[in-house]
């Protein structure tokens, strides 16, 4: 196991990796522990670190009511353990990037700076964890940010010289001014500073983080100029440092009521400058998944973030080291199983479902008995789903030079990936070249194979797609494979190179309906976004994925005893029942992609070959006994709730019955439901679906429970009454 980054997380995490067994190394950058600002701790953290010993290492940890620790105090607490038990940390070591291997007989390796270190330059793994922070150096991860109205946060360290009058400072554990608006307004008035909320820890510095209203830092010279842009508002070259040094000061004496001798002594940043910060906490960074695996020339790697890098938590809340010891505790789980072998779809489908509870989970939501807390994620989550998440959601994140066959039925994964020719079905479909041939197999990466597979297919179509990244981004090429094996369901002919979404969104209608391929709203604007972009990689990923899928499709067989066909000796025949219309509407090209297949290219009528069902014995008089008439099952597209149509982007599936968010409410307060606090509700007569809060279901429940109970005491009561009278 590699791990980049010492941070609190990264070190922690080395140690659980330590215990299960693996040999794990930590790269960091930094050659010293600087990092002064103080941790809120959860419970649970607390019974953690007492369980590894921290007491023995530090002993005021945690002591009386005090549940907060410097980083760097932490830090040298997780290196003391993660020492003895045998991780290894190498300092002044920057991470680049990842090395695959070239060949069966050697593994994953990672471009480190100095490239001549004698042990992590030749050190070979198979687990790579970033844990460096938001701005975190493991490729491969997309991120998305959240950004909220300006707020400006300002953090500051001062030296704890332990005397009579500093151990008097009350700590503030966390105020705001709509709670106490008399302290804000003293303090505003007594020192035109303007805050918003303040918190002050006292540990081996004086800690302060504060939120400052822009006109007030602008009124003090803390801003030398006001700017629309966040970031050249906060810029270095815009700020008074030592101005922000005095406002900094000025906050801290009011705050802990300090005499007029007292003068407080900044302590140093590891640039041997004043520990005092100011930045702009209301863009946050979460990534889209929290891993992926990677397979090349049989050796697979297990790429993950913890901590900031995985999910930057807002300040004021406290939550960062509790989401990233749960974060951590999430990753090990995973590295036990690829440990054991298990098939990586099945290890990202349980690791991508577990991180949707992450952002969500605080000390109140999940269990309390931290005793029996471990890396076992159904001993800290109440409401845990390890399959909320289906295999087509994460497919995309297991990149591989082999593709594997799986089984789709319930989400499980029941086989190994193959390197034979997979025996494409006997149904109307054209013998097309197998990227999977031995004669295609030079041994370049399986992904440069499936090009040339496809690349063979659609020559017919006169496109090019080598250095032509074009016919990817108008979707074209994905259309015309469509067209080469089911002609019946798409005329290409009809399609417009120059409106891409029109010709996705036709390609997404017949994967769903027709191809039973359903790709999740997410991942389908992922890909539209990939495609769109100007950089090759990205539109040779998504690509990839597509391809896959229709590739493991068009030559998945589910009979194998029987015989490849080709297209012209299966008999076709026109059925009789309704033919599929085509609408005459055209399909607008914006990003609002719907899912209605009525937008289709044509609007003529279109013929439907009837598939051969089975054939028994080979006799072929019963053929015309076996023929499916085809039916095409539309995806409903109309709110559960308010009837109205719902875009592909706006899709929410609850209970198989499809509604917009905003719709998804209990039934009897209007209280906004989650998929992980509601219940349903099934009338027995009518077989009407209701949602409801935990709440409301109960009181419903219990009242339709007292209804029932008083019904039948009025029967009895009637009986007793004629029966004496």
């Known amino acids: 196991v590699c791990i980049v980054g010492a941070g609190p997380v990264g070190l922690r995490l080395a140690i659980e990796c330590a215990l299960l067994g693996a040999r794990c190394i930590i790269v960091e950058k930094r050659d010293r522990f600087s990092r002064h600002n103080v941790l809120h701790l959860w419970p649970y953290i607390i019974t953690d670190l007492r369980n590894l010993g921290a007491k023995v290492f530090y002993g005021k940890f945690a002591t009386g009511q005090i549940e907060h620790i410097s980083i760097r105090q932490l830090q040298c607490i997780l290196l003391k353990i993660a020492l003895v038990i045998g991780v290894e940390i190498y300092q002044n070591v920057t991470f680049i990037d990842v090395i695959e291997p070239i060949s069966t007989q050697q593994g994953w390796r990672g471009h480190f700076k100095p490239e001549t270190h004698p042990i992590v330059s030749t050190y070979e793994f198979s687990v790579l964890i970033g844990a460096d922070g938001c701005r975190n150096s493991l490729k491969g991860f997309q991120h998305k940010e959240f950004r909220g109205k300006l707020a400006i946060g300002i953090t500051c360290n001062f030296i704890n010289h332990n005397t009579r009058e500093e151990q008097n400072f009350q700590e503030i554990s966390g105020v705001a001014k709509i709670y106490n608006p008399q302290f804000f307004n003293e303090l505003q008035q007594q020192t035109s500073i303007d805050l918003e909320n303040i918190v ?224 494409r079905r006997a149904q109307s479909f054209k013998q097309a070249p197998s990227p999977l041939s031995s004669s295609s197999s030079n041994g370049n990466s399986q992904q440069n194979t499936l090009f040339e597979w496809c690349e063979e297919i659609v020559d017919s179509y006169n496109i090019k797609i080598r250095n032509n990244s074009k016919s990817f981004q108008n979707c074209l090429v994905f259309c015309a494979l469509v067209h080469y094996y089911r002609p019946d369901l798409i005329d290409f002919k009809s399609l417009q190179p120059d409106r891409p979404i029109s010709n996705f969104q036709i390609l997404f209608d017949i994967m769903h309906n027709q191809l039973s391929l359903p790709l999740d709203r997410k991942l389908q604007n992922s890909l539209i976004l990939s495609m769109k972009s100007s950089i090759e990689e990205r539109i040779r990923q998504s690509s990839i994925v597509i391809l896959q899928l229709l590739y493991t499709h068009f030559h998945h067989d589910h009979h194998e005893q029987q015989l490849q066909r080709r297209r012209s000796s299966i008999p076709s025949l026109e059925i009789s029942s309704p033919i599929l219309q085509k609408s005459k509407k055209p399909i607008e090209d914006t990003n609002n992609i719907n899912t209605n297949t009525t937008n289709n290219i044509n609007n003529s009528t279109v013929k439907v070959s009837a598939l051969v069902a089975h054939y028994s014995n080979g006799d072929s008089s019963s053929n015309n006994h076996n023929l499916i008439n085809l039916q095409c099952e539309r995806a409903p597209t109309f709110c559960f709730y308010c009837k109205e149509k719902v875009s592909i982007q706006d899709w929410f599936v609850v209970e198989k019955n499809v509604l917009h968010v905003k719709c998804f409410k209990c039934d009897t307060c209007h209280l906004q439901l989650r998929k992980t606090n509601y219940q349903v509700l099934i009338e027995p007569n009518t077989g009407k679906i209701s949602f409801h809060c935990r709440y409301h279901n109960l009181n419903k429940q219990q009242k339709d429970d007292n209804s029932n109970n008083l019904l039948g005491l009025c029967k009895y009561s009637v009986i007793v009454y004629f029966y004496l009278f």
């Open 200 to 423: 002050y820890y006292k540990n081996n510095t004086h800690y302060f983080v504060m939120t400052a209203k822009k006109q007030s830092l602008l009124d003090k010279g803390v801003i030398l100029q006001d700017y629309p842009d966040a970031a050249r508002l906060l810029a270095r070259d815009n700020v008074n440092f030592i101005q922000l040094c005095k406002f900094a000061c000025e906050a801290a004496q009011f705050a802990t009521k300090c005499s007029p001798q007292f003068a407080f002594e900044f302590a140093e940043d590891h640039h041997g400058a004043a520990d005092v910060q100011m930045f702009d906490f209301t863009s946050l960074f979460h990534a889209v998944n929290a891993s992926r695996i990677i397979e090349r020339n049989g050796k697979q790697i297990l790429m993950a973030l913890v901590g900031d890098s995985l999910l930057e938590s807002f300040w004021p809340t406290g939550s960062g080291i509790g989401l990233g010891f749960f974060g951590l505790f999430d990753t090990a789980w995973s590295i036990l199983k690829f440990a054991k072998h298990e098939h990586p779809l099945k290890i990202l489908v349980e690791r991508e479902s577990i991180y949707m509870l992450l952002s969500q989970s605080t000390p109140e939501n999940t269990k309390n008995n931290y005793q029996l807390y471990s890396i076992n994620p159904a001993t800290r989550y109440q409401s845990l789903n390890s399959k909320s998440c289906t295999i087509d959601e994460i497919r995309y994140l297991y990149d591989s030079d082999s593709i594997p066959t799986i089984d789709m039925n319930n989400n499980h994964v029941t086989s190994n990936k193959t390197n034979q020719t997979p025996v």
